[in-house]
């Protein structure tokens, strides 16, 4: 085990996340953009994206069985070739044939990837880092991530409005081939682990184990998991729902001042994203896992200035400016908890149960977004007028999470 954080090992594969997610941000706004330009059909391009997230959602957990089963680097190092390779094919044939289900094809592969690699990543951590670093470890990829969603779209769009869709393409294959050829040099400790029978037979006995450790063995870690999965469910949904909607539809603003002003807010979700993962980073000695209701209480108290503002001011730049600020704070609270969360799964789980555990993890949280999005879809469909009740209705049930979250780390510590 590497006592310092910054070892040639970890070293590589943070150098091998920038690379590989600045590609995987710049290539996942491109290829939407262009079916969207393509054939100006907003029905057409939520279908398409709609469907690729399908994959992340049932690779997530294959992907966690293979990461506790074969060296973890290895995987990277197939994956980031994977995707070079994907993306050249679309290249190459994207000027012939039918080019919507070729792009629909290329986007399910891509979420799919990314689905399985990510608890790789997050499975190494353990093998690559001492306990007392997980924080810190956890913070420096999440802050990767948010960089890469911050100016990943940013940079995405820069060189395809001047260049066109085909060379941001071949950038990104680039990308990808250079971050697997230096994952070729990550050592990353390894025990292979016995296995009887076939492919599935293995693959359902790994993930029973791994919801059986989860629901009885490590309790905490499921409630844990019902935590995040209800901030998914009922605080981050309405952010990703409230923000385009009451931007672009409720505030007293024009079209075009609106969408512009959409992209900052957006650009502000990530920022707090960014700012989030340092903070993790920096007070991480200070992060102790029984204080994390603390940060869903701050995630809640930041959700109610916003529904405050509805009510009050009729003004479309104040309302817009609280909901910015508000969202900012919510983001970097937020990043935080997730950070902790992490950290703390990591630390409670045995190495050959990790990647199976971060993978059901994921999975379930992956399922929790969308039926939240469904439900503020719905909340504020019914509540037109009242959108300031939706808002409300979000941050009581944050202020009950927090509650159940600090009694639920409380008796795990009298435990």
């Known amino acids: 085990m590497n006592q310092k ?20 941000a710049v290539v996942r706004f491109a290829l939407p ?25 049932l690779l997530s957990p294959i992907g966690g069985i293979v990461a506790d089963r074969v060296n973890k680097r290895n995987i990277m190092v197939i994956l980031d070739f994977f995707t070079a390779a994907v993306i050249s094919t679309f290249s190459l044939l994207m ?78 294959v680039v990308c990808f081939l250079v971050s697997a050829v230096m994952e070729i040099f990550i050592h990353i400790p390894f025990q292979k682990q016995s296995s009887q029978g076939g492919i599935w037979k293995v693959a359902k006995s790994d993930f029973a184990e791994s919801i059986r450790f989860i629901r009885k063995e490590k309790p905490v870690i499921g409630k844990t998991l019902m935590v995040i999965c ?39 979700l990530a920022l707090g994203g960014l700012c989030g993962g340092i903070g993790a980073g920096v007070f991480a000695d200070r992060l102790a896992i029984h204080k994390s209701g603390n940060l ?41 908890l997730t950070v902790q969360m992490m950290s703390f799964i990591q630390t409670e789980t045995p190495q050959n149960l990790i990647g199976k555990v971060i993978a059901v993890i994921f999975t379930i949280c992956m399922c929790a977004q969308p039926l939240g999005n469904a439900l503020y879809g719905v909340l504020f469909e019914i509540c037109k007028g009242k959108e300031s009740v939706v808002v409300l209705f979000s941050g009581i049930v944050s202020l009950a999470l927090a509650i159940s979250t600090r009694k639920i780390f409380n008796h795990f510590l009298e435990e």
């Not at 108290?301 to 508000?326: A, D, E, H, K, R």
């Open 5 to 24: 954080l910054f070892s040639k090992d970890f070293t590589l594969v943070v150098i091998g996340q920038i690379i590989s997610l600045f590609g995987n």
């Open 33 to 57: 953009l262009y079916l969207l330009n393509l054939t100006g059909s907003s029905a057409l391009y939520g279908t398409v994206t709609a469907f690729a997230f399908i994959p992340a959602i």
């Open 95 to 172: 000027d012939g044939g039918n080019i919507i289900l070729l792009l629909t094809v290329t986007l399910m592969l891509l979420f799919g990837i990314a689905g399985a690699y990510q608890p790789s990543v997050q499975a190494s951590i353990p093998a690559l880092t001492s306990q007392e670093h997980f924080m810190a470890a956890n913070s420096i990829i999440n802050t990767i991530s948010s960089f890469a969603s911050l100016i990943g779209p940013v940079l995405g769009g820069v060189l395809y409005s001047a260049y066109g869709l085909k060379p941001v393409l071949w950038v990104c």
């Open 230 to 268: 209800a901030i998914n469910l009922f605080l981050a949904a309405m952010i990703t729902v409230s923000v385009p909607y009451l931007v672009t539809e409720v505030f007293d603003l024009e079209a075009s001042q609106a969408n512009r002003l959409y992209g900052f807010a957006e650009g502000a």
């Open 296 to 336: 869903v209480i701050a995630c809640a108290v930041s959700v109610f200035p916003i529904s405050v503002s509805l009510v009050l001011f009729s003004s479309g730049i104040i309302n817009y400016m609280v909901l910015t600020v508000c969202c900012f704070m919510i983001m970097v609270f937020s990043t935080i």
